[in-house]
């Protein structure tokens, strides 16, 4: 039990900490931040994978499954945000864009 009250507890922190060095981001360096960390949301899917498959219990499990969805979530997001970006330095009709 002091192990799930210590997981609980540094969620949150890390959860408050997130949205105040978030919210102190510029709102133009939100996208270029974003694509530069797709590699570390992959870290962290292969990590939520790690969880799900070594979970002993179904709460374990449980938390695992909905870390690798999250993850997943966060990871997909990042290339379709660094794509729409990408586009926007396109010419319109130039040769070799992507349909």
Do not use: C, W
Not at 17 to 40: C, E, F, R, W, Y
């Amino acid at each position: 039990m002091t192990t799930l009250v210590i997981g609980a507890y540094v969620f949150v922190l890390a959860v408050f900490i997130g949205i105040d060095l978030i919210g102190k981001v510029p709102q133009m360096l939100h996208t270029p931040l974003m694509s530069g960390t797709n590699a570390i949301h992959g870290i962290v899917l292969v990590g939520a994978i790690l969880v799900a498959g070594t979970a002993t219990d179904r709460l374990g499990g449980a938390i695992g499954m909905i870390g690798v969805v999250l993850a997943t979530m966060n990871v997909v997001g990042g290339f379709v945000v660094t794509d729409r970006m990408l586009e926007m330095f396109h010419a319109p009709g130039a040769t070799g864009r992507r349909q």
